[in-house]
C-alpha cells in the first residue's frame, strides 16, 4: 500500500503548484488588498443605496444587494493553494491585481494567470 508520504519529494496532488514561502507573502498580501478593495467598493455602494432610501420596504433591496454580493465575493475569494491561480486570472481580468503586485511567482504560476485573464476577457 503507497502513500503519499511514502514516496519523499513528491506533492501529493501532481497538478498542483508548490508554493515557496516567498510566494506564499505575494500570494497572502495580494489577496489581502485585493479582498479589502472590493469590500471597501461594497461598503461605498452599500452607504450610497441606504442614503437612498425612503420606504422601509426599500431596506429590502439593500439586504439583497449585500447579500448577493457575500455570495459572489465568497465564491471569488478562495485562498486555496490550488485555486490561486484561477483567483488571481479573474482578479486581473477585473483590474483588481495588476501584473505588477505579481512580481515575485514563478513563471509558471504566472503564465496560468495571464492564461485564465485572457481567456475571461474574450
Sequence with gaps: ????????????????SIW??????IART??????KGELQDVMQQ???MANQIKDPADVW????????????IDR?????YSQLPRVFGRLLC??????EELRGLR?????SIRSLAEFLAK
Design 94 to 99: 477585473e483590474g483588481r491585481v495588476s501584473e
Design 76 to 80: 471569488k475569494y478562495d485562498y486555496r
Design 1 to 16: 500500500m503507497s502513500s503519499a508520504s511514502a514516496t519523499p519529494n513528491t506533492y501529493p496532488y501532481q497538478n498542483e
Design 30 to 35: 495580494v489577496f489581502d488588498a485585493a479582498l
Design 46 to 48: 452599500a452607504k450610497q
Design 61 to 72: 433591496g439593500l439586504e439583497h444587494y449585500l447579500t448577493e454580493r457575500r455570495k459572489e
Design 107 to 111: 513563471d509558471d504560476k504566472l503564465k
Design 20 to 25: 515557496s514561502k516567498s510566494e506564499k507573502t
